[in-house]
């Protein structure tokens, strides 16, 4: 199953998401998906950073490479997909896609940058300050595919 949550960068954000973040998500039509299933995905992502890479691939929106920032142990699944599906992306007004059910991230290479400083920034200041058990039990909570 794929979903994907759109969004556009913003000028600048310390943080990914948020009020202050780097990136404004779209809404979606059914709040259910925004309210559970994305802070899941966030989880999963943060749970798994040291196994996360940003991978260029043969995607382009206006002329500029698409950076796949997923986990190097579904890059392949994750890559085929979006080079069957690249045309879909390079229409798209969005700037930015997340597939909240695989949990990957698809951009602009003009764009890299500031997203991997908002998402350390994420990382450091707001998952690792969360203790560790609290951390294990959100990735757990996480892994249950229940909306």
Same mark, same amino acid.
């Given at each position: 199953m794929r979903l994907i949550q759109t969004g556009n960068f913003k000028e600048n954000g310390k943080e990914l998401f948020y009020r202050t973040g780097l990136i404004d998500l779209d809404v979606m039509e059914d709040k259910i998906f925004q309210t559970n299933i994305v802070p899941k995905s966030y989880n999963i992502i943060m749970h798994d950073y040291e196994d996360y890479n940003y991978y260029v691939t043969s995607a382009t929106r206006n002329n500029d490479e698409l950076i796949l920032f997923c986990n190097k142990n579904t890059v392949r699944n994750e890559v085929k997909f979006i080079?069957?599906?690249?045309?879909? $992306?390079?229409?798209?007004?969005? =700037? $930015?896609w997340w597939d909240v059910c695989n949990h990957w991230m698809l951009f602009p290479n003009d764009k890299m940058i500031a997203f991997e400083k908002s998402i350390d920034? =994420?990382?450091?200041n707001w998952w690792m300050q969360r203790p560790e058990i609290e951390r294990e039990h959100a990735y757990q909570m996480s892994l249950k595919r229940k909306n």
């Open positions: 080079y069957e599906t690249k045309e879909y $992306f390079s229409r798209l007004k969005n =700037d $930015f920034y =994420d990382h450091q």
